[in-house]
């Protein structure tokens, strides 16, 4: 009996072994797929109804969020209640939403959340949702600003596009 036991048990541990080693595979994931599978950890509104848009400008950029269909007010509520919260995170460097959607190392980000004082953000609703404006004088800042959407408008995917 207690060697019919250690027999299962060893086979019960290469089978895990097995399915852990050929599983992983299973498991990878585009940047695209982890960002909307994760988004609702983040963000209260439905990445699916909704669509981000980045616009690079000269003195840093425009982040806007709107609802795919103009009569989705639940979803424009979320969008404003997230961004209003966010543009008050930022300005103080606080970037850590961003940061556990994307990750840590995401382009620009260190830059930010270090210099946060020397980006002005602020926010303003939209008829379909809101915005976010960084600007900054500094070169370094606005090119970091340009990173952080391009890695965020990489990542988004087909829920995401450049203005």
Do not use: N
């Not at 599983?23 to 963000?43: C, I, K, Y």
């Not at 209003?84 to 830059?111: C, I, N, V, W």
Request: a negative charge.
């Amino acid at each position: 009996m207690r060697l019919q036991a250690r027999s299962i048990c060893s086979v019960a541990k290469m089978l895990a072994v097995l399915l852990l080693s050929s599983g992983s595979a299973a498991f990878s994931q585009t940047p695209q797929e982890h960002v909307h599978r994760m988004s609702h950890s983040v963000m209260p509104f439905d990445a699916s109804k909704t669509i981000h848009m980045f616009k690079m400008t000269e003195s840093g950029g425009v982040q806007q969020v709107v609802a795919r269909e103009p009569g989705d007010t639940d979803q424009v509520s979320l969008v404003r209640q997230h961004l209003k919260h966010e543009a008050g995170r930022f300005q103080h460097g606080d970037y850590s939403d961003p940061a556990k959607l994307h990750g840590t190392d995401m382009p620009g980000l260190k830059e930010l959340q270090a210099e946060a004082s020397r980006i002005r953000v602020s926010y303003v609703e939209l008829p379909m949702g809101a915005a976010i404006t960084f600007q900054t004088d500094d070169l370094h800042l606005i090119t970091a600003i340009h990173r952080w959407f391009g890695a965020q408008l990489s990542e988004h995917g087909a829920d995401a596009r450049a203005e």
